[in-house]
């Protein structure tokens, strides 16, 4: 366990991002509120229970899986929200002066809740970056050479690994309960080998060259190398970019050289973009996958999740 080098010690102070600067008196202020109790009062937790805070709501499923009772979780981007473009508000900040834990996934996926937060002596709420140097992962490209892909937690066995840190950065803050965090995390690790091990024949059953698809964002390469897609290409070359007609082009002849099936996007995004794809092509469009949120039911867990996309892209491509 290397819990070490995922949790960082930042200190519970504000820094201003552009939206926050117009309101820094406001959010300081309620930062000194909410840390000495005088705040607005939440439906605050139970007495004994860890108050953790996640960028995402796939992070948080993680987390409630592996604290069970003893933690209350938020996330800071709602289900449905998408969390390259996620702006934190005054009442965010709030959210983030509360938490005994902030867990975030890093490599340029949520590093605006690290910008929310700067160096104040105040505070040692420990910060538990889930991809950041962790053991055993094979790291893919990002955007551009100088960076790696976030979407770790899309290759189960991956996430498994995540589950390992959450538990040791629950052990950490509240020893109390490290035997509960342990067990608890055992038994949801055994679930997550048990999915990994139920999906990985489905992709299996298509033909390989009915594999190609073309995603949306860039959240799947993990996911495709471990169960066997070929992306090849995205509609876009990050969230809240619009691509150029140039890339729309090249993209439109790789769809046709390539004999992809169909087009998946994620419930968050806007689907012009891929209907005008398929178009184009002739290609179906599939634009309800999920990768960085959950949904609504039956999409409520990270499990659902991934049972859904893998469901949902062999139903498509057969
Ligand atoms: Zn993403």
């Given at each position: 366990?290397?819990?070490?080098?995922?949790?960082?010690?930042?200190?519970?102070?504000?820094?201003?991002?552009?939206?926050?600067?117009?309101?820094?008196?406001?959010?300081?202020?309620?930062?000194?509120?909410?840390?000495?109790?005088?705040?607005?009062?939440?439906?605050?937790?139970?007495?004994?229970?860890?108050?953790?805070?996640?960028?995402?709501?796939?992070?948080?499923?993680?987390?409630?899986?592996?604290?069970?009772?003893?933690?209350?979780?938020?996330?800071?981007?709602?289900?449905?929200?998408?969390?390259?473009?996620?702006?934190?508000?005054?009442?965010?900040?709030?959210?983030?002066?509360?938490?005994?834990?902030?867990?975030?996934?890093?490599?340029?996926?949520?590093?605006?809740?690290?910008?929310?937060?700067?160096?104040?002596?105040?505070?040692?709420?420990?910060?538990?970056?889930?991809?950041?140097?962790?053991?055993?992962?094979?790291?893919?490209?990002?955007?551009?050479?100088?960076?790696?892909?976030?979407?770790?937690?899309?290759?189960?066995?991956?996430?498994?690994?995540?589950?390992?840190?959450?538990?040791?950065?629950?052990?950490?803050?509240?020893?109390?309960?490290?035997?509960?965090?342990?067990?608890?995390?055992?038994?949801?690790?055994?679930?997550?080998?048990?999915?990994?091990?139920?999906?990985?024949?489905?992709?299996?059953?298509?033909?390989?060259?009915?594999?190609?698809?073309?995603?949306?964002?860039?959240?799947?390469?993990?996911?495709?190398?471990?169960?066997?897609?070929?992306?090849?290409?995205?509609?876009?070359?990050?969230?809240?970019?619009?691509?150029?007609?140039?890339?729309?082009?090249?993209?439109?002849?790789?769809?046709?050289?390539?004999?992809?099936?169909?087009?998946?996007?994620?419930?968050?995004f806007p689907t012009k973009l891929v209907?005008?794809?398929?178009?184009?092509?002739?290609?179906?469009?599939?634009?309800?996958?999920?990768?960085?949120?959950?949904?609504?039911?039956?999409?409520?867990?990270?499990?659902?999740?991934?049972?859904?996309?893998?469901?949902?892209?062999?139903?498509?491509?057969?």
């Amino acid at each position: 366990m290397t819990l070490a080098r995922g949790l960082a010690r930042p200190h519970v102070r504000l820094s201003l991002t552009h939206r926050l600067a117009r309101s820094a008196a406001a959010a300081v202020i309620l930062l000194g509120a909410a840390a000495s109790g005088c705040g607005p009062a939440p439906s605050g937790p139970a007495a004994g229970t860890i108050t953790v805070v996640t960028t995402t709501t796939v992070f948080a499923d993680m987390v409630a899986n592996v604290g069970g009772d003893f933690v209350r979780v938020t996330s800071l981007v709602p289900k449905n929200g998408d969390v390259h473009t996620f702006e934190p508000r005054p009442a965010d900040v709030r959210t983030i002066a509360g938490a005994r834990l902030l867990v975030m996934n890093g490599l340029g996926l949520d590093d605006w809740l690290e910008r929310t937060i700067t160096n104040a002596a105040a505070s040692g709420t420990p910060l538990l970056r889930l991809g950041v140097d962790l053991p055993g992962v094979e790291l893919l490209p990002g955007e551009d050479a100088a960076t790696q892909n976030p979407h770790l937690w899309l290759d189960v066995s991956y996430a498994e690994r995540y589950v390992d840190r959450i538990a040791a950065a629950l052990k950490a803050v509240d020893p109390a309960h490290a035997a509960d965090y342990e067990r608890q995390a055992a038994a949801y690790d055994a679930r997550l080998q048990a999915l990994d091990a139920a999906i990985r024949p489905k992709p299996a059953t298509i033909p390989e060259a009915d594999r190609r698809v073309v995603m949306f964002h860039d959240a799947f390469p993990y996911f495709a190398r471990a169960y066997g897609i070929t992306i090849v290409g995205v509609a876009v070359e990050a969230p809240g970019q619009a691509p150029s007609a140039g890339y729309t082009a090249d993209l439109i002849r790789v769809i046709r050289a390539a004999g992809v099936k169909a087009i998946f996007s994620e419930s968050q995004f806007p689907t012009k973009l891929v209907d005008q794809l398929a178009g184009e092509t002739g290609t179906i469009v599939v634009a309800d996958l999920f990768s960085d949120t959950l949904g609504d039911p039956p999409v409520t867990s990270y499990e659902a999740l991934i049972t859904w996309d893998v469901d949902h892209l062999v139903a498509a491509l057969r």
